[in-house]
């Protein structure tokens, strides 16, 4: 059996916001302590990692480790309506294969989709070796990317042991966001060798809109001309992206 309820569904749309940004199609490992996720775009450019446990949600019941996929397109657009004053009620129902969606609040709506076929790509969990970490408030990267997509299509992120630049170039002009080291919004700051990279603002304008309704805090890790790290600050669990970098 697979029951899972939250008392503000807002949490869970968000959620599926965030993951429907890269993939259409999900499938969720589900245990007794938590529900995983771990895949990439079908370019294979970015790269989601999500776990959610148990402890996040206002009841929680799993008697078994279980695979579910989903549409996830199609499950947002069940929840496009959902409010802060619902609770959403997610069930699966075994015999028939479908996944039972409930939403209450001053009256009750029921949602069924199917359950599909499991998706059999096992996605590893990235080695990567980064050399800059800056934890910064998730409003002041969502205004860099919107800022730098005023002007270009991608976004420089260049780190020194002082200062952690955000900027764009294009024939429109230019624009950059600069954060000292002791500036209000960064929350940490460690540089073990500077480092610049380029990254398309197509992904990460997306994968920062989305993400941000669900964490006040992101963490950017990053190397030269390698993958950037967002890690978003969830309190039970962790979501995490992946974005591989534009070559000059």
Known sequence: MFKIKLLNAKKLKDIIS??????????????????????????????????????A???????????????????????????????????????????????????????SMPILETVSEEVPSPKITFLAAVEIETACLKNATDDAGSVSDHIIFEITGEKFSMKAAGDLGSVATELNKDSKVVLEFKVEKESRAIYSLSYLSEIVKAASSTADTVKVEFSTDLPVKLSFGLTQGHLIYYLAPRIE
């Open 18 to 55: 965030a993951i429907s940004i890269l993939v259409d199609e999900a499938s969720f490992d589900i245990t007794p302590s938590d529900i995983k996720l771990r895949a990439m775009d079908p370019s294979h450019i970015a790269m989601v990692d999500f776990v959610w446990e148990k402890e």
């Open 57 to 111: 949600f206002d009841e929680f019941i799993c008697e078994a480790e279980t695979k579910l996929c989903i549409n996830i397109s199609e499950l947002l657009k069940l929840l496009k309506r959902v409010s802060e004053t619902e609770t959403a009620e997610l069930t699966l129902d075994e015999k028939t294969g479908r996944l039972e969606i409930t939403l209450q609040g001053e009256y009750i709506r029921k949602f």
